[in-house]
């Protein structure tokens, strides 16, 4: 059996690599459709050869392949969307009904043997099978005891004493009801009821009680045992520990539901910068006055802003969950973070009339980190300070160093933190309060991107609170640094530009903008609003550089990138991917392509515009 077992568990390898390749082969007509679709058959072969174990092998085999290269985005092992999550559970449950039914078909194979070597030689057959039931009874995992119809327990094996805590000799001889909670007695005198009638009861999902007093979770069966006249003469029961499969049940149910929640905080606030900046787009449509341009134009900035922050926020959690953040190291020194971390959040300050006090060692205390990533940190502990404080509240910051670290204190006089939520603030998705009088914008990733950072730092954060309406306070230790301080460059002055500019983009009202703006800062434009046109208009027009889509029909970003190249003359064209894609990969492919530079949308335009001017200076 143990070398079935191995064989089996082989063939799952072999018949999983067989469904990678089928599947390969029909992406050419699926695409991304029904990820799973050859993978059951992968499955079904494992488990009905090799029963439970080399089933579940194959499925998780066949999850993990088709994840990684059938869903996008493919050859990655990026944290998958919700319905992608969803596909993925239901997968690898049918996968376990199948091997779970499939152990069954293997286990009554096994007995039909058995009853043909019986026929064979009944005495000795029947002497080989009493010993293997006892052996297996003995061995197994479950609770497998008799008891008579009256509910006596008549024997009692090793699983049942590791389960319940009695042994053999105490339990043997006592009722039933020694395991059997008060509220369930009821339903174990119908259990026995029904076997006395010759019924098999199926497995059904109820109580038990340990000897130390512990409720278990169980999954329980009945069966009749009959006397050699063929009377039923008491019952069979197989008790199985489900506590830890109800325990992920119930994960999976708060994950769902915490899904739920962040889709519906993630729409909200999309739809929060949405709404002024349409009614910007109205007010311009309806010709506003030169002087309402100027803060209408401000509104559309800062809003298109704060959606870009959201989606920069959710990729660097995704990059540090998959180890793929990296930090641009120097020494820095603490004050200039804090700085920065101020300057990003005294708007919601000023805002909502609350005021920040800041004390800082009189010493300069240089830290050996990312100064953009540090000053994040601290900005999203203070807008978070910021947000669960009233209007008119304070906040103070203070920093004390020696030993070899930094210490730094955010201490807010806002709505506190339950003593039950400090636990998991740190978690993703995870918020405070979701009280509409808060709803102040976040999508609860806010503190999970800080511990992520503070972690690839070095160093460690916590949280403190005396309980609700009582403040908190947030606690960041990071290493200190004897280094020099890094010299300080101010930006490039921008210069106007000069120089012929080609934009190509399938959605031409994003060509025609960027196109628009350009043309503002001096550049001579022409738009594509295709790879085919791209190459069209770049051979008469010879722009000096070419701002290129990626996700184009037909002719992609990266073809053209390539064609591009092969079809101008040196010099080539300065090439910029402009497009929606920003990861670690995306930029490996874009350069790959032969682009010079990688922007993501939304881009800021004084950085493209001073990419230009440096590119074709």
Not at 23 to 38: A, D, K, Q, V
Not at 85 to 107: D, P
Not at 251 to 271: N, P, T
């Amino acid at each position: 059996m143990r070398d079935r077992r191995v064989l089996a568990s082989v063939l799952a390898v072999v018949a999983t690599t067989g469904a990678v390749l089928l599947r390969s082969l029909l992406s050419r007509w699926l695409g991304y459709e029904l990820p799973f679709i050859t993978f059951f058959g992968a499955v079904m072969a494992a488990a009905w050869y090799g029963g439970l174990y080399p089933g579940l092998l194959a499925t998780v085999l066949s999850a993990f392949a088709a994840e990684f290269w059938f869903m996008t985005p493919s050859w990655s092992l990026a944290v998958p969307q919700p319905f992608q999550v969803i596909g993925i559970v239901l997968f690898v449950l049918t996968g376990t009904l199948i091997s779970v039914a499939a152990e069954r078909l293997l286990s009554a194979r096994q007995q039909i043997e058995l009853l043909r070597l019986r026929d064979q030689n009944e005495r000795s057959a029947a002497d080989r099978a009493r010993s293997l039931l006892a052996a297996v009874v003995e061995s197994s995992e479950d609770a497998i005891l008799t008891k008579s119809l009256q509910g006596t327990i008549l024997s009692w094996n090793a699983g049942a004493e590791q389960m319940f805590g009695y042994p053999a000799a105490e339990a043997v001889g006592n009722h039933v009801g020694l395991i059997v909670p008060a509220g369930r007695r009821e339903e174990e005198a119908d259990s026995l009821t029904r076997v006395s009638r010759g019924e098999r009861v199926p497995a059904f999902e109820t109580e038990r009680v340990a000897k130390d007093g512990t409720v278990l979770d169980v999954s329980v069966t009945l069966s009749p045992i009959r006397g050699d006249s063929g009377a039923i003469i008491g019952a069979s029961s197989i008790a199985r520990d489900i506590g830890a499969r109800k325990a992920l049940e119930g994960s999976l149910r708060e994950a769902d539901r915490r899904k739920d929640d962040f889709l519906a905080v993630l729409a909200h606030e999309l739809r929060n910068p949405l709404a002024p900046v349409r009614s910007s787009v109205a007010l311009l449509k309806l010709g506003a006055s030169t002087t309402a341009v100027g803060p209408v134009a401000d509104v559309i900035d800062r809003q298109t802003r704060h959606m870009a922050r959201l989606l920069d926020d959710l990729l660097d959690v995704s990059r540090i969950t998959r180890g793929r953040l990296e930090l641009r190291r120097e020494v820095v020194g603490l004050h200039e973070v804090i700085d920065a971390a101020l300057e990003t959040t005294r708007p919601m300050f000023d805002t909502a009339g609350q005021s920040i006090a800041v004390t800082l060692p009189p010493a300069p205390v240089r830290l050996d980190g990312d100064p953009v990533r540090l000053a994040q940190v601290f900005a999203n502990i203070l807008s978070n300070a910021s947000k669960y404080s009233d209007r008119g509240g304070r906040v103070t910051i203070d920093a004390t160093a020696g030993a070899g670290e930094v210490v730094v204190r955010v201490t807010d006089q806002g709505i506190g933190i339950d003593p039950a939520m400090l636990q998991r603030v740190f978690e993703m998705f995870s918020q405070a309060s979701q009280t509409v009088n808060r709803a102040q914008g976040g999508l609860g990733i806010g503190l999970a991107l800080v511990r992520g950072l503070v972690d690839l730092h070095g160093g460690r954060v916590a949280a403190e609170s005396a309980g609700p309406g009582r403040g908190s306070c947030f606690t960041v230790t990071l290493p200190a640094s004897d280094g020099p301080l890094e010299s300080e460059t101010g930006p490039a002055s921008f210069v106007a530009g000069a120089g012929r500019v080609l934009v190509v983009d399938d959605n031409r009202d994003g060509a025609d903008t960027l196109a628009m703006v350009l043309r503002a800062h001096g550049f001579t434009v022409r738009t594509a609003y295709g790879g085919q046109d791209a190459l069209t208009i770049a051979g008469s027009f010879q722009p000096h550089a070419i701002l290129l889509d990626i996700g184009m029909p037909g002719l992609d970003g990266y073809a053209t990138a390539r064609r591009l190249r092969a079809a101008t003359a040196v010099p080539s064209p300065f090439l910029v991917a402009v497009t929606g894609w920003g990861q670690e990969r995306d930029r490996q492919l874009t350069t790959e392509a032969g682009f010079d530079a990688h922007l993501v949308k939304p881009v800021d335009v004084n950085d493209l515009t001073a990419l230009l001017q440096s590119a074709l200076a």
